[in-house]
């Protein structure tokens, strides 16, 4: 089997790595994929947003299936145009059609889903440039923070959490106001829920789902969470606190549901879901989901599955997802992500790395790398996804930390305290 992967991050480096160890001959390719990607398969460079370049490197390498890592080119509509296009009949694709991506593409979609299936999410509205004097009346009635999502996707950035009121009104005139181009158009603005969030993650065929490793991520640039909101800093999994009794809440009233609820109303959907939560005094609740696998959550999560992923994925084509197995590693996975100096404002790229070659105890996933005339130099803010196991977290990132110390570039930053949350669960 030929399989594609859509993507250039650490994310679908994780993904690469861990199709890479199948028993099952396998030929990988990327596309445009990375330098860590490269190691493992053909880098084909092709944007997954450029369609018709994707339909050709399918055709020309007799894919049959295509792994899409990121948001965009799903709300875009990639598995629509792929399954749809008779030359490409029998072509799997892991990830949902845009009807299906609109729990990410959509906030207001998402809220009205959850809604209609009882999925426990923050109450909310939605509104638009028209209804601006009826979301003032609507945040009067709501305590402080205000929260105000763009309805669109907006690269993280479309969410503000706001505790004076007359800023959320004026912040709230600007999104509606174009801030955010088209995806601001309508803005959801919801109660604030209190608590300490992680993330699960299934995979689902449709019909049947298969829970992976859950994930706590940091997305604070400075320690202790604080600074301005990044991709993510570094992830850890399992969450210490998603005991098994929460965990089972998790799948009672968020997973099943998800699952059940897209399939009653027509969505055929089969890729992964990530559920982002907030464990509010021991119950969960939906605060976003995305119609992919997070990063670096993917850095942490993958490694903890001990069977074969492309089993899963195999399953999820085949629609038999139910009689394939998922072994879960009762270790504990850390990643700590290396970004170049200035991120998530404006940073400089090119700088030469070196020391990668020097890390013995860790896997270092590729993010935003790229080889320029054979030297390996970044290409981005984040740069570089360190990740380790352990038998205790604290083991783990003891050896991230060590493995970190070892690669260096200009203006090099990374977070210390990944992790630092979980020790009172842990320790
Ligand atoms: P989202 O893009 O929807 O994940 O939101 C970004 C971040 O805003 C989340 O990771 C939470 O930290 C925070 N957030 C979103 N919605 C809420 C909410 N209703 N209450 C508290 N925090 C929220
Ligand atoms: N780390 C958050 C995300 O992938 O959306």
């Not at 009672?252 to 009653?264: A, Q």
């Not at 803010?381 to 990740?387: I, M, N, S």
């Amino acid at each position: 089997m030929n399989i594609l992967i859509l993507g250039s991050g650490g994310r679908e480096h994780a993904i690469t790595w861990k199709l890479a160890q199948s028993s099952r001959p396998l030929k990988l390719f990327a596309a445009p994929g990375n330098p860590g990607t490269a190691t493992l398969a053909v880098n084909i460079p092709v944007d997954p947003l450029d369609f018709t370049g994707v339909r050709q490197a399918i055709l020309a390498n007799e894919i049959g299936m295509v792994v899409v890592g990121p948001e965009v080119p799903l709300a875009e509509g990639i598995a629509d145009f792929i399954e749809d296009d008779p030359a490409l009949a029998g072509v799997a694709v892991i990830g949902p059609r845009r009807a299906g991506a609109m729990l990410e593409g959509s906030k207001d979609f998402a809220k009205g889903f959850m809604k209609r299936h009882l999925i426990p999410t923050a109450a909310y509205e939605t509104f638009t440039p028209e209804t601006f004097d009826d979301a003032v009346k609507f945040m009067r009635k709501l305590k402080p923070p205000y929260v105000l999502k763009a309805d669109g996707l907006a690269a993280g950035k479309g969410v503000l959490i706001i505790n004076d009121f007359d800023e959320a009104v004026r912040e709230l005139k600007e999104m509606l106001g174009g801030r955010f181009g088209t995806a601001g158009s309508r803005v959801v603005i919801e109660e604030y829920l209190n608590g300490i969030e992680m993330s699960a993650f299934v995979v689902t065929d449709g019909s049947s789902y298969r829970i992976l490793p859950e994930a706590k991520d940091y997305k604070r640039i400075g320690e202790a969470d604080t600074g301005k909101n990044t991709g993510g800093m570094g992830a850890v999994s399992p969450v210490p606190f998603a005991t098994p009794e929460f965990l089972a809440k998790v799948e009672d009233r968020i997973i099943k549901p998800t699952v059940e609820g897209l399939k009653e109303e027509g969505i055929d959907y089969r890729g992964f879901i990530f559920f982002g939560l907030m464990n509010v005094n021991g119950d969960p609740f939906v605060i976003e989901y995305n119609a992919r696998l997070g990063d670096p959550e993917t850095e942490v999560i993958l490694p903890r599955i001990g069977s074969d992923l492309y089993d899963l994925l195999e399953g999820v084509a085949c629609r038999d997802l139910a009689s394939r197995n998922t072994v879960i590693l009762p270790e504990t996975a850390v990643t700590v992500m290396i970004v170049s100096g200035g991120y998530p404002d404006s940073y400089g790229k090119g700088f030469p790395v070196s020391g990668t070659e020097n890390v013995t105890g860790s896997t270092v996933f590729h993010a935003g790398t790229k080889t320029d005339n054979g030297r390996l130099v970044t290409s981005g803010g984040r740069v570089l996804a360190v990740t380790s196991l352990g038998k205790a977290m604290s083991d783990a990132l003891s050896a991230s930390y060590m493995s970190v110390r070892e690669i260096s570039f200009e203006g090099l930053y990374y977070r210390k305290d990944i992790g630092f949350d979980l020790k009172n669960y842990t320790e």
